[in-house]
């Protein structure tokens, strides 16, 4: 079962929610955010090859003009490789775990594997960004030593920054399976 | 919960029979080991399952059945067959996983759960893949055991996913056996096809043990020379603390020691340390012959030698220049005539001291150059000290130009600020260590602020010789920075562990991550388990070796505050003793 929805960001930009539901203990919410588009880029490469042709016409010195050509690309790799964030999955499966996954737009993909016997609880908290007030999702860990203690948070969707509507359909998914795990644990 | 059962992706093929793994009850998750094919003696499957056991402290059991249909439809027989195994293996729950129409089915019925009477009939079952020979070979690095890693002795200890990576590493014995050998049970399981290059292995491993006696007899030698009494007295181990290349060699020589030694590596992680040393010295020493053969080859060692006494020459001129400019009217700006042409004419005198002793040297530089070069083969890192070494020696000129500076500067200041105390009526006070007020006589103050007057006038003519030669000094020890900068590279990079994560991701384990393969309604949740190699920042944080520790870690704010007081700055460490 899957179906896709359209929501925005805190800045207003287009992202859009696919929901995967695999089975009744595992779900998968995957957020992408709009790809590189082509005005921005040529804007930056023109931007930073004019600069570079005028130090030219300024101190007629080749070199100049090559440099500019391998920071523009370099820049661009290191960017697409480093920076851009095209996609974040967050995979909820029940009884093991949470992972947490986002993909560059170079398909570099960094994950990150909660264990569901480390998870105190999802929420969404609030917090002051720059001059606004945003929601975010996050994960509570449990402290090893201290069972009501929480030893840390965990932000979700951390680039995408989805607005409140969008949090709250992944969270009320989420709590779905979690309140499911903590009725079968609690029932032996 | 939901019953996980983990399944080696190189048994999906085998042909049927019983599944043998390890049932762990608070994770209500089983994982399957290796599958026993048909036909089998019941009683000779156990003894094999105690003998694993007892070797590997870990609780195997035979977990349920497994079937494979490779035709279209399931054979009737066999499954009632499967079926009645159950009762000569007695487990709780018996799963029985099946694999149908072609291998695109899979289904998974446990019988006996959920242990609880009143809960739901059929619960769950989760399928999860993982590849055995990355569990196996793989090193997972889970935060919390990083600090203590004799953490997986325990086997109570590890828990969550940690515990599927126990048990296949505990049941190293099964993977032993043989697939093509003809033995009364016949497993099928994840193979080693056998170390590349076996036979150079066994002949290394052979000979390691006596060549790391005599080695080891041979460095406890060289130690017992080092600490014999004549390198204890007086002016020797004052110098040796001071020059970098005492420092590196002691460095090297107990990475020797520590590799040499006939113990054995106890822990992964120290056998991981020891392999890392030994390619450091590798590279290291390496690069020193490549730099030997580079210089005999171009001979650089005599333009060296030919081009050191003039470039010693022009800098010397150089000074004097400079000299000449601050005394008479720098930038400008009008100083204190006769102060400066005193400290004028002490530091030409001091040049001309110093181009004297490089003259009295030049005949002996080329033979000096050249055995530096021959330190090359010792390592890379030995020749660099040495040469920063022998800059330092090259500049110390401008050192004692910079301390003279220094130190007229900070007796300047200290005076200043004290006096400047008068001048408002307060004095410090040495025993409570706070500034106390205080009346002074007329006669104190008229001689104070007299004094201060003539402090004020004269400073900025001390100022500006010891802004300069501190900017000098600052140079020289720039590039010595930036050459130990390098020499603590090359000793603490852990050159093995980032190309075993380069090559061979699944040895250096971060973690797990899951990927869902298709899924129809009503059959279980098919998984892909895969290893999340470390990134390589962690690599180089958790293995990087200790540096030699000659650099002094001064924060850049401490650094200004010391140039400001005039307090004396050293490339090297200073004594920890101090300020204990």
Same mark, same amino acid.
């Given at each position: 079962?899957?179906?896709?929805? /359209?929501?925005?960001?805190?800045?207003?930009?287009?992202?859009?929610?696919?929901?995967?539901?695999?089975?009744?203990?595992?779900?998968?919410?995957?957020?992408?955010?709009?790809?590189?588009?082509?005005?921005?880029?040529?804007? !930056?490469?023109?931007? !930073?090859?004019?600069?570079?042709?005028?130090?030219?016409?300024?101190?007629?010195?080749? /070199?100049?003009?090559?440099?500019?050509?391998?920071?523009?690309?370099?820049?661009?790799?290191?960017?697409?490789?480093? !920076?851009?964030?095209?996609?974040?999955?967050?995979?909820?499966?029940?009884?093991?775990?949470?992972?947490?996954?986002?993909?560059?737009?170079?398909?570099?993909?960094?994950?990150?594997?909660?264990?569901?016997?480390? /998870?105190?609880?999802?929420?969404?908290?609030?917090?002051?960004?720059?001059?606004?007030?945003?929601?975010?999702?996050?994960?509570?860990?449990?402290?090893?030593?201290?069972?009501?203690?929480?030893?840390? /948070? !965990?932000?979700?969707?951390?680039?995408?920054?989805?607005?409140?509507?969008?949090?709250?359909?992944?969270?009320?998914?989420?709590?779905?399976?979690?309140?499911?795990?903590?009725?079968?644990?609690?029932?032996? | 919960?939901?019953?996980?059962?983990?399944?080696?992706?190189?048994?999906?093929?085998?042909?049927?029979?019983?599944?043998?793994?390890?049932?762990?009850?608070?994770?209500?998750?089983?994982?399957?080991?290796?599958?026993?094919?048909?036909?089998? @003696?019941?009683?000779?499957?156990?003894?094999?399952?105690?003998?694993?056991?007892?070797?590997?402290?870990?609780?195997?059991?035979?977990?349920?059945?497994?079937?494979?249909?490779?035709?279209?439809?399931?054979?009737?027989?066999?499954?009632?067959?499967?079926?009645?195994?159950?009762?000569?293996?007695? #487990?709780?729950?018996?799963?029985?996983?099946?694999?149908?129409?072609?291998?695109?089915?899979?289904?998974?019925?446990?019988?006996?759960?959920?242990? %609880?009477?009143?809960?739901?009939?059929?619960?769950?079952?989760?399928?999860?893949?993982?590849?055995?020979?990355?569990?196996?070979?793989?090193?997972?690095?889970?935060?919390?055991?990083?600090?203590?890693?004799?953490?997986?002795?325990?086997?109570?200890?590890?828990?969550? =996913?940690?515990?599927?990576?126990?048990?296949?590493?505990?049941?190293? =014995?099964?993977?032993?056996?043989?697939?093509?050998?003809?033995?009364?049970? &016949?497993? %099928?399981?994840?193979?080693?096809?056998?170390?590349?290059?076996?036979?150079?292995?066994?002949?290394?491993?052979?000979?390691?043990?006596?060549?790391?006696?005599?080695?080891?007899?041979?460095?406890?030698?060289?130690?017992?020379?080092?600490?014999?009494?004549?390198?204890?007295?007086?002016?020797?181990?004052?110098?040796?603390?001071?020059?970098?290349?005492?420092? &590196?060699?002691?460095?090297?020589?107990?990475?020797?020691?520590?590799?040499?030694?006939?113990?054995?590596?106890?822990?992964?992680?120290?056998?991981?340390?020891?392999?890392?040393?030994?390619?450091?010295?590798?590279?290291?020493? $390496?690069?020193?012959?490549?730099?030997?053969?580079?210089?005999?080859? +171009?001979?650089?060692?005599? &333009?060296?030698?030919?081009?050191?006494?003039?470039?010693?020459?022009?800098?010397?001129?150089?000074?004097?220049?400079?000299? &000449?400019?601050?005394?008479?009217?720098?930038?400008?700006?009008?100083?204190?005539?006769?102060?400066?042409?005193?400290?004028?004419?002490?530091?030409?005198? #001091?040049?001309?001291?110093?181009?004297?002793?490089?003259?009295?040297?030049?005949?002996?530089?080329?033979? @000096?150059?050249?055995?530096?070069?021959?330190?090359?083969?010792?390592?890379?890192?030995? $020749?660099?000290?040495?040469?920063?070494?022998?800059?330092?020696?090259?500049?110390?000129? @401008?050192?004692?130009?910079?301390?003279?500076?220094?130190?007229?500067?900070? =007796?300047? @200041?200290?005076?200043?600020?004290?006096?400047?105390?008068?001048?408002?009526?307060?004095?410090?006070?040495?025993?409570?260590?706070?500034?106390?007020?205080?009346?002074?006589?007329?006669?104190?103050?008229?001689?104070?602020?007299? =004094?201060?007057?003539?402090?004020?006038?004269?400073?900025?003519?001390?100022?500006?010789?010891?802004?300069?030669?501190?900017?000098?000094?600052?140079?020289?020890?720039?590039?010595?920075?930036?050459?130990?900068?390098?020499?603590?590279?090359?000793?603490?990079?852990?050159?093995?562990?980032?190309?075993?994560?380069?090559?061979?991701?699944?040895?250096?384990?971060?973690?797990?991550?899951?990927?869902?393969?298709?899924?129809?309604?009503?059959?279980?949740?098919?998984?892909?388990?895969?290893?999340?190699?470390?990134?390589?920042?962690?690599?180089?944080?958790?293995?990087?070796?200790?540096?030699?520790?000659?650099?002094?870690?001064?924060?850049?704010? $401490?650094?200004?505050?010391?140039?400001?007081?005039? +307090?004396?700055?050293?490339?090297?460490?200073?004594?920890?003793?101090?300020?204990?």
């Amino acid at each position: 079962m899957e179906d896709e929805r /359209v929501f925005s960001d805190i800045c207003g930009g287009r992202l859009a929610l696919q929901r995967r539901h695999y089975s009744p203990s595992c779900r998968e919410f995957c957020l992408s955010c709009p790809r590189l588009s082509l005005r921005s880029l040529t804007a !930056v490469t023109c931007s !930073v090859w004019l600069a570079a042709y005028a130090l030219f016409t300024l101190f007629e010195n080749s /070199v100049i003009l090559s440099a500019a050509i391998f920071i523009t690309l370099l820049g661009l790799l290191g960017y697409l490789h480093f !920076v851009k964030i095209d996609q974040e999955t967050l995979l909820i499966i029940d009884s093991l775990g949470i992972q947490l996954t986002s993909s560059y737009a170079s398909g570099k993909e960094s994950t990150t594997f909660i264990e569901m016997g480390k /998870v105190k609880d999802i929420i969404i908290n609030e917090a002051i960004y720059m001059q606004k007030v945003i929601y975010y999702l996050c994960i509570l860990l449990k402290d090893p030593l201290e069972p009501h203690g929480i030893s840390q /948070v !965990v932000p979700v969707f951390q680039n995408a920054k989805p607005r409140l509507d969008c949090l709250i359909e992944v969270y009320r998914s989420c709590q779905e399976i979690l309140a499911h795990r903590k009725a079968t644990s609690t029932s032996p | 919960m939901v019953l996980k059962v983990f399944f080696p992706t190189c048994c999906t093929s085998a042909e049927s029979g019983l599944l043998v793994g390890r049932w762990v009850p608070e994770q209500s998750s089983a994982v399957v080991l290796a599958v026993v094919h048909f036909p089998f @003696i019941p009683i000779q499957v156990k003894e094999l399952l105690a003998r694993v056991q007892q070797a590997g402290r870990v609780g195997l059991a035979v977990l349920g059945t497994w079937c494979h249909c490779r035709l279209q439809e399931p054979e009737e027989g066999l499954g009632r067959f499967l079926e009645g195994l159950g009762a000569i293996f007695t #487990h709780e729950p018996w799963l029985q996983l099946c694999r149908e129409r072609g291998g695109s089915v899979w289904s998974c019925k446990a019988l006996g759960w959920p242990m %609880s009477p009143g809960a739901p009939s059929p619960a769950p079952v989760m399928l999860i893949f993982y590849d055995q020979r990355h569990v196996l070979l793989s090193q997972l690095h889970t935060p919390a055991t990083l600090p203590d890693p004799q953490a997986g002795d325990a086997p109570p200890s590890v828990g969550g =996913l940690a515990a599927v990576f126990d048990t296949v590493a505990r049941s190293e =014995l099964l993977f032993r056996s043989d697939r093509f050998h003809e033995g009364p049970v &016949q497993l %099928s399981h994840w193979q080693s096809e056998g170390i590349e290059a076996s036979i150079l292995v066994e002949l290394a491993k052979q000979a390691s043990g006596p060549t790391c006696l005599m080695l080891s007899f041979l460095l406890s030698l060289l130690s017992a020379v080092g600490a014999c009494r004549l390198f204890r007295l007086w002016p020797l181990p004052f110098i040796c603390s001071k020059l970098s290349t005492c420092e &590196q060699a002691r460095h090297r020589l107990g990475h020797l020691t520590f590799l040499f030694s006939p113990r054995k590596a106890e822990s992964p992680v120290q056998l991981m340390r020891k392999v890392n040393v030994f390619f450091s010295l590798l590279l290291d020493v $390496a690069l020193g012959l490549a730099l030997l053969a580079w210089l005999r080859a +171009e001979n650089c060692i005599g &333009q060296l030698a030919d081009a050191l006494v003039p470039v010693a020459d022009c800098v010397a001129e150089e000074l004097q220049h400079l000299l &000449q400019w601050l005394m008479g009217a720098p930038a400008g700006l009008k100083m204190n005539r006769a102060l400066d042409q005193v400290l004028g004419r002490f530091f030409l005198y #001091h040049i001309h001291l110093w181009i004297s002793y490089i003259h009295l040297m030049s005949p002996f530089v080329e033979g @000096i150059l050249w055995h530096v070069g021959l330190s090359a083969c010792l390592g890379l890192t030995v $020749a660099l000290s040495l040469l920063s070494d022998i800059i330092a020696l090259l500049t110390f000129h @401008i050192y004692c130009f910079y301390v003279y500076g220094a130190r007229l500067y900070c =007796l300047k @200041i200290h005076g200043l600020s004290s006096l400047w105390r008068l001048f408002r009526g307060k004095k410090w006070n040495v025993l409570r260590q706070r500034v106390d007020s205080c009346s002074y006589d007329l006669d104190q103050l008229f001689i104070g602020t007299l =004094l201060f007057t003539i402090l004020v006038f004269l400073l900025p003519t001390i100022a500006l010789y010891y802004l300069v030669f501190t900017l000098l000094r600052l140079l020289v020890v720039a590039v010595q920075g930036s050459l130990h900068l390098l020499i603590d590279l090359i000793n603490s990079l852990p050159l093995y562990s980032v190309g075993l994560r380069l090559c061979r991701p699944y040895r250096l384990a971060a973690g797990v991550k899951f990927r869902v393969l298709d899924h129809e309604a009503g059959k279980p949740l098919r998984l892909l388990m895969q290893i999340n190699p470390l990134s390589y920042s962690r690599v180089v944080c958790t293995y990087r070796l200790p540096s030699c520790g000659c650099r002094p870690r001064l924060s850049w704010s $401490a650094l200004c505050r010391k140039l400001f007081f005039g +307090e004396l700055i050293y490339p090297w460490r200073q004594k920890a003793g101090k300020q204990d």
